[in-house]
């Protein structure tokens, strides 16, 4: 099982992006979908959290400007991300609760995407 991230990349303050990350490979079933991330010199925090029914969970920094959402047919998680702000510059990682296929349930990481964002 993999879990592969794209949409990073260069954006000035005000801006949007739109992550993805999609969980492939050998697997029966995903649960809770996540993105995290961690600026430099800083702790890897949780940024939003998805369920497999669509609840949804923020930190507080974010709330109202990013939007997380899933696509349980593609197994694929998003993080809409608009007003961005210097202080959300930071590799993103997402993380997914799987059930690999004749395994039990384990968090996988993916490789993370970079997020910059200018003033």
């Known amino acids: 099982v993999q879990l592969q991230a794209s949409g990073g990349g260069l954006v000035q303050a005000g801006g949007s992006l739109r992550l993805s990350c999609a969980a492939s490979?050998?697997?029966?079933?995903?649960?809770?979908m996540a993105w995290y991330r961690q600026a430099p010199g800083k702790r890897r925090e949780l940024v939003a959290r998805?369920?497999?029914?669509?609840?949804?969970t923020y930190a507080d920094s974010v709330k109202g400007r990013f939007t997380i959402s899933r696509d349980n047919a593609e197994n694929t998680v998003y993080l809409q991300m608009s007003t961005l702000e210097p202080g959300d510059t930071a590799v993103y990682y997402c993380?997914?609760?799987?059930?690999?296929?004749?395994?039990?349930?384990?968090?996988?990481w993916g490789q993370g995407t970079l997020v910059t964002v200018s003033s």
């Open positions: 490979g050998s697997l029966i079933s995903v649960n809770n």
């Open positions: 993380n997914a609760d799987v059930r690999p296929s004749g395994g039990s349930w384990y968090n996988y």
């Open positions: 998805i369920t497999s029914v669509g609840s949804t």
